[in-house]
């Protein structure tokens, strides 16, 4: 068997070039299959902490991703002149050459049941089932001019979060432990929590490393129950005899790293030591019974429990101890109006209740920590929902289908503007008619802000610069949002 393994890496392209001489061709053409510096600064530790190349904002990321898609028109996106039109047909203007996911024929327009006002210094105009978040909007920008190519879940969430529609690319949080590492040794670069109960349409690729080294991956954690699953000794195995067995692997792997050189062996010594430093520091870091009983109720938490609101306080709990980014997937906003728990007079306001409170107690309590500086906090969904009512099947519950053509999102941090209402959509809220901001657009101003070049910062992978924001420089870093 051996023996069949050291044939099969003999055939392998890289191999052929390392033994085709240390100084001739085929080593220089190695040196070009190899991200720059990646295998001298990378042999010791993936995760050491670096300094990136240019000026940086912020330190670390807390991503509160909407799964599912709330109605922006039902939230932020105020449209008196839809409610005005409520339930008239949707005028040919708007359907003409457009394709929706569920809506068929010519549908009725849908104006917002929710009562609106406008809160803060800022006058931002705010629906009445954010109460929470209408006492933040001044440590916020408000961006409801968002757009992008995608109005299916899955492609949608995979090209927010990764760049790319199709499963496979690096997503956001493992290009920001790529290029800066992490402050904690003990604790995983990029860290994922989910509520909802489901994961995300576009599955665990959305915070899947792609070509990327794996270690640089999302790490899956749980807010209830043992934080991350298989991480610990089996019974029967001391930390000790742990700590013996990963010795001789490391001393195997450094042995196969040495003549082969492959990175993935890299990874593999790298998080082969995390997973047992974690055994530690996680169960530490992930307890919340340890918060005052002041700051578990200002975010509405429940030590033990699994939900968005302990996801939140652990969020903030991570980015405190180093973590780069912090990934938060809560499921249940598709609200199509097929039935009572999705319509927008039932369905919405209970899924509200379960997020408002926590996303702003999260603004909330980095600010009071002075994290808030060196903090980004992004809260959005993958597209925005339609002005029209879907009426599906003839359901007379309320709901919006997909709509890729606007929709908003939130931020609050590092870097930032505050109290800024940025960007517009037409009087029925179905196109951007000011300050487009794509999703390009935000990768890329999300890694100016970690003080990166988004032009530049890539990956060498199959002879392409990979990036973040794709092959074209279509993505533009959005300086009206910026501080």
Known sequence: MNL????????????????????????????????????????????????????????????????????????FDWKPELVKHHMQDCPEQFLKGQSFAFIKGTPKLLGTQAKFAQYGQSGAWVSEHLPHFQKIVDDTVIIRSMNTTQFNHAPAELFLHTGNMFAGSASMGAWATYGLGSENQDLPGFVVLLSGGTDPTGGKATWGSGFLPSVYQG????????????????????????????????????????????????????????????????????????ETPETIEMYGAKPGEASFANNCLLARRLVEQGVRYVQLFDWGWDMHGTGKDNDLLGGLPNKCKQVDQ????????????????????????????????????????LGRDHHPHSFTLWMAGGGL???????????????????????????????????????????????????????????????????
């Not at 610990?232 to 001789?248: E, K, W």
């Open 4 to 75: 069949r393994l050291e044939h099969a890496r003999a055939q392998t392209r890289r191999e052929f070039l390392t033994r085709s001489g240390k100084l001739g061709l085929g080593a220089m053409a190695l040196q070009h299959l190899i991200p720059s510096g990646f295998a001298a600064s990378q042999s010791v530790n993936p995760l050491l902490p670096k300094t990136p190349p240019l000026p940086s904002k912020i330190k670390s990321v807390i991503y509160l991703s909407m799964s599912g898609a709330p109605p922006q028109h039902d939230l």
């Open 219 to 290: 790490v899956q954690c749980r807010a209830a129950g043992e934080p991350i699953l298989y991480a610990n000794n089996p019974d029967g195995m001391t930390r000790a005899t742990r700590r013996d067995s990963l010795d001789a692997l490391k001393t195997l792997n450094e042995a196969e790293e040495k003549q082969f050189g492959d990175p993935e062996t890299v990874t593999r010594i790298a998080q082969y030591e995390l997973a047992f430093r974690m055994q530690m520091a996680v169960p530490e870091v992930m307890n919340i019974a340890k």
């Open 358 to 397: 926590a996303s702003a107690a999260l603004v909330q309590d980095l600010k009071q920590r002075g994290l808030l500086d060196s903090t980004l906090v992004i809260w959005g969904g993958e597209f925005g929902r339609t002005p029209m009512n879907e009426a599906r099947g003839g359901s007379t519950f």
């Open 417 to 483: 503007r505050k109290g800024l209402n940025f960007g517009a959509t037409d009087e029925l809220g179905y196109f951007v008619s000011q300050d487009k901001v794509t999703v390009r657009d935000l990768q890329a101003t999300i890694m100016h802000l970690f003080g990166f070049d988004p032009y530049k910062f890539s990956y060498r992978y199959q002879g392409l610069n990979n990036r973040l924001i794709g092959p074209s420089n279509e993505g533009q870093i959005v300086k009206g949002i910026l501080a």
